[in-house]
């Protein structure tokens, strides 16, 4: 196995860790499974141990080399992590986690050491430029049912704000509604909006927090150019993690410069209702919100999504007991759906415990991910909370009747 | 208490050596990595001097208030642990301070003995013999006892909380709880050091209860008739030392680089933080 790609602040974290165990508790996989082999502790712990054999002297001079078992091992930990950032916020030496799960998952891949679905998602995206089945003419589908669409769907030339749609919200059925929600907002406030249709390709995060980390490149300089074309102002994602590829990613790491702001829906859509655009409307219920990951500690967007909830009259909002930066994954996160489903149900069933403690009539969140293992969780524990994306409620709100 | 003072030089020089050597390596580990842009083009001197450059950069920027809050937050007070769990930060600053102290006034201690002519542990001389030349000065004594007891009792509630512990995985590893045994072991080695010397140098009370933990053991040794303390007290004193020092210097190699490294990452993090 080779570490070479680990840079040198990361070689000084993995010495600098203490191993005090502070993760564990905060580790959503490890919380998950009980498996102390895959917690952020003993990652670094293994990490430590396979950089001393690559990089240590005594291991240079015997030639000694990490084994099969060892890299099998590393790998599995890697892979099971959902990548939710939980560990880095409490890390007592402010260890920069996140990168190192990334990197690490980097090497897995160039080492052929990953699991084989990947390999699947990967031969997908690249035939179909989506995570699904289908073909990417089949991007709209979902908009057939929004009342009032006029015969391009949408998607046109020119226009000041693109909406992004993300591969699952358009072709899970199960999501539909957020898009559908979303168009009808912005049909509510007058926004001059176009869809990408078939020319939306993948943002890349699969394939970017798998550790394909060059594939994902030619997705992301496809999707800068084609928004670019658009003279577009405003480019808006309703899925988080979406809106982490082109908000940090995506400058980060090409040199295509983007023409236009990139804003979540949360944000864009509290602009419009501090701009008087949006008229929300008496809703009388007890409403929670769940921070998802990507939106929330890895983007730093914790207070819109609870701004615009506070500006809805007659709801009465709660927190979670884990919010904000403390939030917990819902189990969704970093591909660990598709490489251990049970691990992943496992997560959200602690999520789903946490949420019927508050007593909400609805958990809502901005992620249609979250919203999938959250409502399925609750389903399981037979909870009447209904678990929806903030859309769709502010879609309520707006559509509701006067008092 | 004849001390050979060329016998510390020698001690102290081959410790302070293999802990730069130590410090080095580790370094020279850290540099095989990529740059952080992804590159790895430059050599490692070259890059060296490239960190340096940024830490002094920020040091010297707008940027150095945060640096410096970082400095005593993370480094210095272990804010993050405190608001965690109290309890894990009172043993972490027990052990973690009580070692740092431990080790830089036995180090000054040494120093002094070493420097002092005669080749003897006396209160004569320039001011620093004076001061850290010998436990019958009240701010080493003071010093070399309370850090000793901050270093015991830090173990002492580690082992009752693991004791507590449900969940044993949430404390540290048994390889890094090693770590307590050895600092406990030579903190008690020490504290013989102290009680031998105190009746060694037949020390008044006055000046031995400045050493309380240290003067309480005297006492109890002083019980066993007919021996002669002085070289009892060297031994001790060789053996405290000379182990501090050694393990002191083998931290760079092993599993508790942490020891130095985690405060050094702890700030350096703080300073490229990313701003979502």
């Known amino acids: 196995m080779k570490l070479g790609k680990l840079n040198t ?39 430590k141990n396979a950089v001393n054999k690559e990089y240590g002297l005594i291991s240079k001079l015997l030639k000694r080399e990490l084994t099969k078992e060892e890299m099998e091992a590393i790998s ?8 939710c950032s939980r560990c880095e916020v409490d890390c007592h030496i402010n260890i920069n986690l996140q990168d190192l799960w990334l990197k690490l998952r980097e090497i897995m891949v160039d080492e052929g050491q990953y699991p084989e679905i990947m390999d699947m998602m990967r031969n997908r995206l690249k035939q179909s430029r989506n995570v699904s089945f289908d073909t990417n003419e089949g991007r709209t589908d979902w908009i057939k049912q929004v009342p009032g669409i006029p015969e391009d769907r949408y998607v046109k030339d020119k226009a000041e704000v693109i909406y992004f749609v993300g591969c699952v919200s358009s072709f899970s059925p199960r999501t539909f509604k957020i898009p559908r929600s979303i168009v009808q907002i912005f049909q509510k406030a007058d926004v001059d909006f176009s869809l990408l249709g078939d020319d939306e390709w993948c943002c890349g995060f699969p394939l970017f927090s798998s550790g394909f980390s060059k594939d994902f490149l030619e997705f992301a300089e496809h999707n800068i150019k084609r928004v670019n074309k658009t003279g577009a102002k405003y480019l808006v994602t309703s899925c988080p993690s979406c809106y982490h590829m082109w908000s940090h990613t995506y400058p980060e790491k090409t040199d295509v410069k983007m023409g236009f702001d990139v804003l979540h829906i949360v944000q ?91 007593g909400a009539d609805v958990v809502t969140t901005s992620c249609q991910q979250c919203v999938r ?31 | 208490m004849i001390i050979s003072q060329s016998l510390l030089w020698v001690i102290f020089g081959v410790c302070l050596l293999t802990f730069c050597l130590g410090f080095i390596y580790r370094m020279s580990i850290w540099l095989q990595g990529e740059d952080e842009g992804g590159s790895r083009k430059r050599c490692r001197t070259r890059r060296f001097f490239s960190y340096l450059g940024l830490f002094l950069k920020t040091l010297f920027s707008k940027r150095s208030g945060k ?82 007891l901050a270093i015991l009792g830090g173990a002492f509630i580690a082992v009752v909380r693991f004791l507590l512990l449900k969940s044993k995985y949430k404390s540290v590893e048994l390889k890094d709880k090693s770590a307590g045994v050895i600092i406990s072991f030579i903190a008690i080695l020490s504290f013989l050091y102290e009680g031998t010397f105190f009746l060694a140098m037949d020390t008044p009370v006055g000046k031995a209860a ?48 942490h020891m130095v490294f985690g405060p050094i990452v702890a700030v350096y993090n703080k300073m490229i933080q990313k701003a979502h």
Request: glycine letters at 8%; hydrophobic letters at 45%; charged letters at 20%.
């Open chain 1, 268 to 358: 864009y859509l509290y602009m419009l209702v501090k701009e008087g655009k949006l008229k929300l409307k008496k809703v009388e219920k007890k409403v929670t919100f769940h921070d998802p990951c990507d939106l929330g500690r890895n983007s730093g967007i914790y207070e819109e999504p609870r701004n615009l909830l506070k500006a809805i009259p007659g709801v009465e909002f709660v927190e979670l007991s884990n919010s904000g930066e403390y939030a917990t994954c819902c189990g969704g996160g970093g591909n660990v759906e598709s490489i251990d489903a049970e691990l992943s149900s496992n997560i959200a069933a602690i999520k789903a415990k946490e949420i019927i403690e508050t």
């Open chain 2, 67 to 148: 640096l410096i809050k970082s400095f005593f937050a993370d480094g210095i007070v272990h804010g993050s642990l405190f608001r965690d769990s109290i309890l894990k930060w009172f043993i972490h600053i027990f052990m973690f301070w009580g070692l740092a102290s431990f080790t830089l006034i036995s180090i000054l201690h040494l120093i002094a003995i070493a420097a002092a002519p005669g080749n003897a542990v006396s209160a004569a001389g320039p001011w620093y013999i004076m001061v850290f030349g010998t436990l019958e000065n009240r701010l080493t004594a003071i010093v070399m006892d309370l850090s000793k």
């Open chain 2, 210 to 257: 400045f050493a309380p933990a240290g003067y309480i053991l005297s006492l109890i040794l002083g019980l066993i008739p007919g021996i002669n303390w002085a070289p009892v007290a060297a031994g001790f004193f060789y053996a405290s030392m000379a182990l501090l020092l050694l393990f002191a210097a083998l931290i760079p190699f092993g599993r508790y680089s």
């Open chain 1, 9 to 47: 602040r990361q070689l000084a974290e993995i010495d600098a860790c203490t191993r005090c165990g502070n993760c564990l508790d905060l580790c959503s996989a490890y919380q998950g499974s009980k498996d102390v082999s895959i917690s952020p502790k003993k990652k670094m712990e293994k990490l």
């Open chain 1, 76 to 83: 599995h930990a890697a892979f099971a992590c959902t990548m």
């Open chain 1, 373 to 403: 293992t959250i409502a399925t969780a609750l389903k399981k524990q037979k909870s009447k909370i209904k678990a929806v994306d903030l859309t769709q409620f502010i879609l309520e709100s707006i559509s509701a009747e006067e008092d």
